[in-house]
C-alpha cells in the first residue's frame, strides 16, 4: 500500500480551503502488485463465455475511485474458466460443519441482523430446500464470531449503513436429523453463490465439510502459476 496526499485548489483564494475538499490523502494499492481473484456469475454458459471473451478484448480496465486522476488502471493477463471443485458428501457422519469463508449477513423474520449459529442454520435450510428445523447446533461444536463493518457513501458524503455479520473463518457444526438428505447440486450452488444477504457483495461464502477442518497438520502447497504477460516497470509507471 502506498499513500499520496492531494489538494483541492479554491478558484478565488489560490489556495486549499475546506469548502472544496483542502487538502487530503489516498491510501491505494502500489503500482505492479499482481493479484488472483475468482469471478463467480450466477448466469447461463454462453453469457459466462461472452463476459470472458470480454475481459481477454479489455485487458486494460480502470477500478476504483479517482480513476480520471491516473489511479485505477490494472491489465488482465490471463482469463480461464474454473471448475466448481469437489462437493463434499456432508451427511455421512450425521453431522454438517460450516466455515464462514467470508463474513455472513443473516437477518431473524423482523429483518433484524441474527450473527448466530441457529440463524445460520436456518439461512442453511432455507438454500439447501429443507425443513427449517432439519439442522440442529452441535452443543460444544461452535467457534462464531460477529462483526461489525462501517463503510462510506463518497456520492452522498454520509456513512453507509452499519452491517452485523458473522465474522470470516467462523466454524459451526450441526446434527442433521434422521431422515435428512443434501442433494448436491443443491450444495453445489450454495458453495457458488452463497447464503444470506448482499452476497453479489462478496458477502456469504461458505464451506460444507471442508477437507482442511479434517486434517491433523497442514504443510504449504504450491499454487499453480498462471500465464502472464511480462510487465515492463517503466512503461507501466509511465502509462499509469
Known sequence: MQQRTHATIDDRSQRPTSEVGGVFTYEAISPLQAYRCTIR??????IADRAMDALRANSELSLGT?????????????????????????????????????????????????????????????????????????????????????????????????????????????????????????????QRLGVGERTAEGFGRVLLNPALLSVDNVRPHRVDTFEAAPIDREEALTDG
Open 41 to 46: 456469475l450466477d448466469v447461463a454458459d454462453e
Open 66 to 190: 479517482s480513476r480520471k486522476d491516473d489511479y485505477g488502471l490494472v491489465r488482465v493477463t490471463s482469463v480461464r474458466a474454473a471448475a466448481d471443485g469437489d462437493v463434499p458428501v456432508g451427511v455421512d457422519t450425521g453431522t454438517l460443519t460450516v466455515w464462514c469463508a467470508s463474513d455472513v449477513i443473516v437477518l431473524d423474520r423482523f429483518l433484524r441482523p441474527r450473527p448466530t449459529a441457529e440463524s445460520l442454520g436456518e439461512a442453511l435450510c432455507a438454500a439447501l430446500d429443507l425443513p427449517q428445523d432439519a439442522l440442529e447446533v452441535h452443543p460444544t461444536s461452535v467457534r462464531m464470531r460477529p462483526v461489525r463493518r462501517d463503510a462510506w457513501q463518497s456520492a452522498w458524503g454520509l456513512p453507509r449503513p452499519t452491517l452485523v455479520a458473522i465474522g470470516a473463518g467462523s466454524v459451526a457444526t450441526y446434527i442433521c436429523k434422521n431422515g435428512v438428505t443434501i442433494d448436491r447440486e443443491k450444495v453445489r450452488s450454495l
